[in-house]
């Protein structure tokens, strides 16, 4: 089972941009989806963006446009790109695979003035 660690997370103001990384112990070529997750304090865990081992990106409305999601297969690598942070963005974010296997520690993120 590949395990995963994330990073990059921090406060930033409303309005503002983080990258997300997320290291992987194995290969992730062999997974066809991986994802990105966040869950906010007293609500479930929910998938934000995932993207296929070909590179198609999908993303939840609540923030298409505003995050990118990427992977790098050689690097067992994925990425989210998060710009025009708002406050309800605050949460661990969580990478894994879709469906997810297992989780790593998350990085928090917090969007405050």
């Known amino acids: 089972q590949v395990q995963f660690v994330e990073s990059g997370g921090g406060l930033v103001q409303p309005g503002g941009s983080l990258r997300l990384s997320c290291a992987a112990s194995?290969?992730?070529?062999?997974?066809?989806?991986m994802g990105w997750y966040r869950q906010a304090p007293g609500k479930q865990r929910e998938l934000v963006a995932s993207?296929?081992?070909?590179?198609?990106?999908h993303y939840a409305d609540s923030v298409k446009g505003r995050f990118t999601i990427s992977r790098d297969n050689v690097k067992n690598a994925v990425y989210l790109q998060m710009n025009s942070l708002k406050p309800e963005d605050t949460a661990v974010y969580y990478c894994?695979?879709?469906?997810?296997?297992?989780w790593g520690q998350g990085t928090q993120v917090t969007v405050s003035s």
């Open positions: 894994n695979s879709v469906p997810a296997e297992g």
């Open positions: 194995g290969s992730v070529f062999s997974i066809y989806v």
């Open positions: 993207i296929t081992r070909g590179g198609t990106p």
